[in-house]
């Protein structure tokens, strides 16, 4: 197993007052929390503060890592012999072992095989994992493939990482913001728990075309001045395939032309809509004849758009 | 091992919880829901106290609740306020959203 330096993770001397592991870990947790966080990574962050701090803060738990001595952090390391005798009697016992497994089982009954060995029903861990999906994903359902890592317990109460692949069906119109539910495919009960559950808080990848809210998709649609002006047919993106929109003779530029139903479904039924927002576009660079036709026009016109504020 | 693919549940906005059950699914015992339910955190969608009903939402509110409680340390009230500002925040986030995906790049 690796060694973690649970004074360095949290930030404090080997000496620190229980105080301030405390504050130290407050602290972080208010900066990586994953329910307030916004920062990157957060949820691995926390992980590792809440697990440090969760041994650091038990003074029994404390003087037991303590009593393993400076390491660095990562170092392969492999617990004193006389360890194994509290998680049963082969030090063969920490293969597979997470280092905070080494501690989690000191609560309690210290060399009773840990809290798991003679306790009655346990529910297994529940998990909650991040799905960012695309809108393609949610417009048309999608399956996705999460990687956990379970703790399972053996006749000893003998805990054991084990690498597990859960497959998961996202329905159709799952969006941001949701969150679904994976019956008993989370950690495995204990001695008649049921098995844990885990809970799957969708979000939906920036797209390049489409922008969303709720089941809406927004769309920028370029048009030029002469079709805003004239009317136009044109061709336009959807999930399902491309359409025709009608763009209305005298369209203006942010103007949203909606296509019920055209955007992602939901679950009830039924569906968003698609907006076209108007963006009226110039050429690059005029030609001599368009230049020549807007030289015209400017001069027939007699249209002053900013009458208002004169 | 590589299990089958599973059907991810949608809450079903219909759908009816009793408080033991509502416990069980967030990892809280009966007594902190009503705890949660007295401070304001939690409303049961109906039912007499002692035959609460809870709507599906409670359960993310609840585990939320939990974690909150567990990685702060913070007694049932600061658990509340602290749920009604997350709830006010994610509010204003679908605002945004909502705001931004209006306005042309």
């Not at chain 1, 990562?74 to 004193?80: A, I, L, Q, Y």
């Not at chain 2, 049932?76 to 994610?90: E, F, M, N, T």
Request: glycine residues 12%; contains cysteine.
């Amino acid at each position: 197993m690796k060694f973690k330096d649970y004074y360095a993770i949290l930030g404090v001397e080997r000496g620190a007052k229980p105080g301030e592991i405390k504050n130290a870990y407050r602290k972080l947790a208010r900066k990586y929390h994953p329910d307030v966080s916004k920062e990157a990574n957060a949820e691995a962050r926390f992980k590792e503060m809440a697990e440090a701090y969760a041994t650091l803060k038990d003074p029994e738990k404390r003087a037991a890592y303590d009593q393993l001595g400076r390491h660095g952090p990562g170092e392969d390391f492999r617990p004193p012999p006389e360890w194994s005798t509290q998680f049963g009697d082969a030090s063969a016992a920490f293969d597979g072992m997470d280092f905070a497994d080494l501690f989690a089982g000191l609560a309690g009954h210290p060399r009773q095989g840990g809290r798991h060995g003679a306790g009655g029903a346990r529910r297994g861990q529940d998990y909650e994992v991040a799905v960012p999906i695309t809108v393609e994903a949610s417009f048309n359902g999608t399956e996705v493939s999460l990687d956990l890592t379970t703790t399972e317990f053996d006749e000893h109460g003998v805990p054991r990482r084990v690498p597990r692949t859960v497959k998961a069906r996202i329905p159709k119109g799952a969006t941001e913001g949701q969150v679904l539910r994976l019956p008993g495919q989370g950690g495995k009960g204990v001695h008649g728990g049921r098995d844990g559950d885990v809970y799957l808080h969708i979000s939906l990848r920036p797209h390049r075309r489409y922008r969303v809210s709720g089941h809406d998709l927004f769309l920028d649609l370029p048009v030029t001045p002469w079709e805003a002006a004239l009317g136009a047919s044109v061709e336009i993106p959807t999930p399902a395939g491309a359409v025709n929109l009608k763009v209305p003779a005298g369209t203006r530029g942010g103007q949203q032309l909606r296509l019920g139903g055209r955007g992602l479904p939901m679950p009830q039924g039924g569906a968003g809509d698609l907006h076209a927002i108007v963006q009226i576009v110039l050429p690059p660079e005029l030609t001599d004849r368009e230049r020549g036709l807007l030289q015209e026009l400017a001069t027939a016109s007699t249209f002053n758009p900013r009458r208002h504020l004169e | 091992m590589t299990s089958e693919p599973t059907d991810a549940l949608w809450p079903d906005e219909q759908g009816r919880l009793r408080l033991p059950d509502l416990a069980d699914l967030a990892g809280l015992t009966e007594a902190e829901v009503r705890e949660l339910v007295d401070c304001g955190a939690l409303t049961p969608a109906e039912g007499a106290p002692g035959q609460w009903i809870f709507g599906v939402r409670s359960i993310t509110i609840a585990r939320t609740a939990r974690r909150l409680r567990e990685d702060f340390e913070l007694e049932p009230h600061g658990v509340a306020l602290l749920l009604a500002y997350i709830d006010r925040i994610r509010d204003l986030e679908e605002e945004l959203r909502h705001l931004q995906a209006r306005l042309p790049r």
